[in-house]
């Protein structure tokens, strides 16, 4: 067991080694001179040469990156461009909004995917099934941002049901953080509901053709047993990988939806950050996410030995 | 030891390859998911036929005009004619969703082939392979362009990176089941050489879920361009696409939602025929595979 | 065995008919099916794959898949009641209490994330309304009285920590734990080695005897209906083609069917031994070994060793059987024979060329002295490739223009007795047996000099078995090749092999001419085996008993 933690967070290293190497490569492999490309057309000399400093470009590449890594190591991201902050300031205060929406719309997408997914695969081939899975093509292919205006249009102008845009921290009281929350959320739920509703009935419908439900129907227990207790326990491992494989998608949805309902997280942050041509908080907020989602999937990992005996050694 | 007699009906047949175009009238819905990319289709390529306007021409004076005879989707903040932009965003859309389809597929296919055979490229292969789905799809392709500006090449090559690792991880998984198969090692056993077997013996193999997934990506590309340019980190602003003319239509939402609506919906149906046909493409394929529906 | 002298029928099948789907003139899988079942009997319901037997006890169970496999006419009574027309409900009610059933694979007829007891514990949860400890001691008892070593430990144990024969008598524990009327068992040995299967037929039939259990036996294998049946009914193609007590229908089949079905059974009797011959040797395996080393992170790296100091030679014309039940390396060797594994140690000689150590460039020219065919004919050809371009592959490689090598598949294609215009056919469009002469016909169009069977009949019907190892014997005849036949089926061995080596964990225990070894065993594990190979004292093919043929 400890042996198998062990392995699966030594395994996230090179992962992570990867990505930091992608973005430091990134900058420095693009053709043309790097403090140009990140200076803009009309920079005048001094402004290349401050950026040339400030990451270092004017050292041999291994150096550059091995001072940049072994400041990384140390939780140094550098500071923006811009405005000249440790990006690691800037990215605080961000948080609250994108950790909100992101953990609302995991708890709501499960709740409401897994049952979806099971009723359409117990009920395979039946209108049920077919109106989850048409729901669920549609949540691919309708992007998040029309989702979005479609929903504002609907509750917030038209209704007056909550808030158009914005966002309150829940210090300000639930009440107002709650009803600006609603709205993201949903509009975020949808590709994620589209993705945990379609595997979970795909591993439903493998689980339900194995020889244990059939014993265990032979065994004269009721449907609902079979379902829950046999099948949707055997089913998981396949869910809760494509939850995790999924939040890559959810956290660019985050981007997405914060900028369509103005939520001052981390994804507005990055936008504003490209418009500005800000590589350095732009190649840390990459760092972030991916470290997030490395994360995820090791606990993701770690929760598949509670679910399979089999997977303990 | 599996000893029992095999009783015939259960094994699963596979048939050699060949995939009909009967598939796309195969249900009602397909059938309609076909006609609109058709129709999409030759809006693209005949955009300067239909579009009524100039989708450039900027006209000060005109500024968020309501639709009318003249303009039948009204006019935007620069007073351009919006129904004409929307025709030729078509071709933007298109083009980067099929260059992506074609560039992630042929790169994942060549990646996923050499390392589900040579297990020393495998290593290092699928370890930045898993690196690169570490990053999220948007803001892999938002520092692409970024640092290299925004081009109709440089997005196109943004979006297809984050699609390689999907497709090479499929070609490889494929390779890894099919290598196993007593086919193949009869064929190596009758002396047969290392690229004769992966050309004969497992590239087949992967065609039919390349087709499928080339929808996929296809669809996805679309997409992420038409987010890009939501986000003002895609192709330039003055070029008409539909992600471009939602974004100029964001500040405006309250006063004219049409500039959001109608790019929008023509977005969706894009995508949504593109899915359909590619869900239909697989059931066709592999009736086995219509149960299991992983992307 | 007892004779059922009892009048009181348990299960009674009656002019059956289940269709493929629900219309009026579906193909029917079970055709006017009448059976009966009494206290204390066991009926085997034999026949080979396609018969419908399976989908017979599936709709006595109410388990067929809903829409698919739909029971159209007659009746299925149990103990007097209904049940084609019984509710969902009822059935629920009816399962586990008055019948019960067991399946092929326990490796996968067990949920893998729930404790076996617990599983056991369910039934007894939806059927009584007994308390938590008066569940766990009828538990017990029952796990000890299927012969469960350590009860408490495998209680809590999960399926996986357990081996086939203990799971399989988990599938028993629950399934007779409320003593049902009936039991239906769909072939629960054959997933299972002898020796396991010996002991689980045994266990079924002692709890019959003491719970006075009606069972229905369905299985492919003449020799566990010799062991088990007190009557036999014989299935084809969803009928029933005879039914009759267990002597009867052994010794005087009424029908034609029967009568080639028995036939096809080989006889544990080892075939007129051939005489010596001094043709050279073509195969030699000198101390082979292959271990596998899982290579961990984290403390030592485990050695298993799947074959350890295997010495084997094979002369021309000859045949040798390596036998043995699952794990016992037998395959391992075969497969570091024709190379597809690297051995770890010892040495391979092919026509006194030392091939263990070439590497694979070098190994080319020496690759098609030795072919070898697989087990699972529906696996071994690539079903995109035509089965002439199959065939033509080998000889293409060694190159032998296209044209020719085609034409060399006709001829080969004939030699397996298959129509030449088999060529431009796909794999899907032939049956089993027909798929594994291909595969011959792929293996011989090299010229080998030895060719390896590994389990090349195991998956085959017995009556297509027998006429597969026909056309081995015919084509080894004719071709002076050698053959080395690697197989778990003792019967099989007897018939075809000169000589035969035992293979036990990885070694070879016993090594001989076949008529000394198979008669005469001379290690303990080669009598078990013996011992356990299920009808040992019927001579089907002759319609009686062994003991009988001695007179």
Redesign the interface.
């Given at each position: 067991m400890l042996?198998y933690l062990?392995?699966r967070i030594?395994a996230a290293i090179p992962v992570m080694g990867v990505v930091a190497l992608f973005v430091f490569l990134l900058l420095r492999l693009t053709p043309g001179d790097p403090a140009a490309i990140l200076a803009g057309d009309n920079a005048t000399p001094e402004q290349l040469e401050r950026i040339r400093t400030s990451l270092g470009l004017n050292e041999p590449i291994y150096i550059q990156f091995y001072t940049w890594i072994v400041k990384l190591l140390h939780g140094d991201l550098g500071v923006s461009l811009i405005s000249n902050k440790p990006i690691l300031e800037m990215i605080g205060p961000r948080l609250e909004p994108s950790i909100s929406v992101a953990l609302a719309t995991i708890i709501l997408s499960i709740v409401v995917a897994v049952p979806l997914g099971v009723i359409a695969a117990w009920k395979h081939g039946t209108w049920i099934d077919r109106f989850v899975m048409g729901l669920s093509v549609l949540g691919f292919s309708v992007p998040v941002f029309v989702i979005g205006y479609v929903l504002i249009q609907i509750f917030a102008i038209n209704l007056h049901w909550v808030p158009v845009q914005g966002f309150r921290s829940i210090s300000a009281g639930f009440g107002p953080f709650f009803e600006r929350l609603i709205l993201p959320t949903c509009t975020l739920s949808f590709i994620y509901v589209a993705l945990i509703a379609r595997m979970t009935r795909a591993s439903m419908l493998d689980v339900l053709g194995?020889?244990?439900v059939?014993?265990?129907?032979?065994?004269?227990?009721?449907e609902t047993?079979v379902l829950l207790?046999?099948a949707l326990?055997?089913a998981a491992v396949p869910v809760i990988t494509v939850i995790g494989s999924g939040f890559a998608l959810l956290i660019s949805g985050v981007v997405v939806t914060e900028s369509v309902f103005n939520l001052p997280g981390i994804g507005r942050l990055t936008v504003d950050a490209v418009l500005a041509r800000d590589y350095p908080v732009i190649q840390a907020m990459i760092l972030l996410t991916s470290g997030i989602y490395v994360a995820v999937n090791l606990l993701i990992d770690l929760a598949y030995t509670l679910?399979?005996?089999?997977i303990r050694y | 030891?599996?000893?029992?007699?095999?009783?015939?009906?259960s094994?699963p047949?596979?048939?050699?390859?060949r995939l009909r175009l009967g598939f796309l009238t195969a249900t009602p819905i397909i059938a309609v998911a076909t006609i609109c990319l058709v129709l999409i289709i030759l809006m693209a390529i005949c955009a300067p036929l239909l579009a009524p306007h100039d989708p450039l021409l900027l006209a000060p004076a005109q500024r968020l005009k309501p639709a009318s005879a003249q303009f039948l989707l009204g006019t935007d903040a620069f007073g351009r004619d919006v129904l004409s932009r929307i025709i030729y965003g078509a071709r933007i859309s298109l083009v980067i969703g099929l260059g992506a389809a074609v560039c992630s597929i042929a790169i994942g296919l060549l990646i996923g082939l050499v390392s589900g055979f040579f297990r020393w490229v495998d290593a290092v292969m699928m370890r930045i392979m898993d690196g690169l789905m570490a990053i999220p799809a948007i803001l892999l392709a938002i520092a692409v362009v970024s640092l290299s500006g925004a081009s109709i090449w440089t997005v196109m090559i943004a979006i297809t990176i984050p699609e390689i690792p999907r497709v090479a991880r499929l070609v490889r998984s494929v390779v890894l089941t099919a290598r196993e198969?007593?086919?193949v090692?009869?064929?190596?056993?009758?002396?047969?050489?290392l690229p004769?077997i992966m050309w004969?013996?497992l590239m087949?193999?992967t065609i039919a879920p390349l087709i499928v997934q080339s929808t996929y990506v296809c669809a996805s590309a679309i997409l992420t361009e038409a987010i890009l340019s939501f986000l003002g980190a895609g192709i330039s602003p003055e070029t008409p696409t539909w992600g471009n003319i939602m974004a100029e239509g964001r500040a405006y939402f309250q006063v004219k939602p049409s500039l959001i609506f109608w790019p929008g919906l023509l977005l969706s149906i894009a995508i949504l025929s593109v899915n359909l046909i590619g869900d239909a493409a697989r059931d066709a394929l592999d009736p086995r595979m219509k149960q299991r529906e992983g992307k | 065995m007892t004779a059922a002298n009892s009048t009181n029928v348990v299960l009674d099948i009656n002019n059956l008919v289940v269709g493929l789907g629900r219309k009026a003139d579906a193909h029917r899988i079970i055709d006017d099916l009448s059976l009966q079942v009494r206290e204390g009997e066991t009926l085997c319901l034999v026949g080979?794959?396609?018969s419908g037997k399976?989908v017979t006890s599936l709709t006595v169970?109410g388990?067929l898949q809903k829409g698919t496999l739909v029971p159209s006419g007659g009746s299925v009574k149990l103990v007097g009641e209904e049940l084609l027309t019984a509710s969902d409900r009822r059935?629920?009610?009816?399962?586990?209490?008055r019948m019960?059933?067991i399946?092929?694979?326990p490796m996968?007829?067990?949920?893998?994330?729930?404790h076996v007891g617990r599983q056991i514990d369910?039934?007894l949860r939806?059927?009584t309304d007994l308390d938590a400890r008066a569940r766990q001691q009828k538990i017990l008892a029952m796990m000890e009285h299927v012969r469960l070593p350590d009860v408490e430990r495998i209680f809590a144990s999960?399926p996986?920590r357990l081996s086939g024969g203990q799971r399989q008598r988990i599938?028993i524990a629950?399934a007779l734990v409320l003593e049902p009327k009936l039991l239906i068992a769909d072939?629960p040995t054959?997933?299972l080695?002898v020796t396991t299967q010996k002991q689980i037929l045994t266990l079924i039939r002692d709890l019959q005897r003491d719970h006075g259990t009606a069972v229905l036996f369905i299985t492919?294998d003449m020799g566990v209906v010799a062991e088990i049946a007190d009557r036999v009914a014989v299935m084809r193609h969803g009928r029933l083609v005879e039914s009759g007590p267990l002597d009867d229908v052994l010794r005087h089949p009424k029908m034609e069917y029967t009568r080639n079905l028995l036939s096809s059974v080989p006889s544990l009797v080892p075939r007129t031994p051939r005489p010596e011959t001094s043709e050279p040797v073509v195969l030699e395996a000198n101390e082979l070994g292959k271990v596998y080393r899982e290579r961990?992170?984290?403390?030592k790296a485990r050695e298993v060793a799947a074959a350890k100091d295997v010495t084997l030679t094979l002369r021309k014309g000859r045949t040798l059987g390596i036998v043995g039940e699952?794990g016992s390396g037998k395959s391992t060797v075969a497969r570091c024979i024709?190379r597809?594994i690297d051995p770890t140690s010892g040495g391979v000689r092919l026509a006194g060329r030392e091939i263990s150590d070439l590497s694979r460039r070098l190994l080319?020219p020496h690759?098609?002295k030795?072919?070898?065919i697989?087990?699972?004919p529906?696996?071994?050809?690539?079903?995109?490739?035509t089965v002439g371009e199959?065939i033509a592959?080998?000889p293409i490689?060694?190159g032998m223009p296209r044209k020719d090598a085609l034409a060399r598949a006709r001829e080969l294609l004939e030699l397996v007795h298959l129509p030449p215009d088999a060529i431009s056919r796909?794999p899907?469009q032939f049956?089993?047996g027909q798929r594994q002469r291909i595969?011959i016909a792929?293996a011989l169009?090299?010229d080998p000099d030895v060719l390896v069977a590994d389990?090349a009949v195991?998956?085959?019907?017995v009556s297509v078995q027998a006429q597969v190892l026909d056309l081995l014997d015919e084509i080894q005849k004719r071709l002076g090749i050698a053959l080395l036949f690697i197989t778990?089926d003792l019967r099989v061995a007897a018939q075809i092999c000169d000589d035969v080596a035992v293979m036990q964990h990885g070694r070879i225990v016993e090594q001989g001419p076949a008529a000394e070894v198979l008669t005469n065993p001379q290690q303990a594990y080669t009598r078990a085996l013996l011992d356990a190979a299920p009808g040992r004292g019927w001579d089907f093919a002759n319609f009686r008993p062994v003991s009988e043929a001695a007179e």
């Open positions: 042996g062990l392995r030594l194995e020889d244990y059939r014993t265990a129907r032979a065994k004269g227990i009721g047993g207790r046999h326990r055997n679910l399979d005996p089999r | 030891m599996a000893i029992d007699t095999l009783p015939e009906s094994i047949v596979t048939r050699p390859f198969e007593p086919y090692e009869a064929a190596i056993s009758v002396g047969s050489s004769k004969r013996h087949p193999n | 080979e794959s396609g399976s169970m388990l059935l629920r009610q009816l399962r586990a209490t019960a059933m399946f092929q694979e996968t007829a067990l949920n893998p994330v729930v369910e039934v939806a059927h999960y996986h599938m629950m072939e054959t997933a080695d492919h961990s992170m984290f403390g699952s024709v597809l080319q690759r098609k030795i072919q070898i697989f087990q699972d529906y696996r071994s050809l690539n079903p995109r490739v199959s592959e080998g490689n060694y796909y899907h049956s089993g595969a792929r169009a090299l389990e195991s998956a085959l019907d778990h």
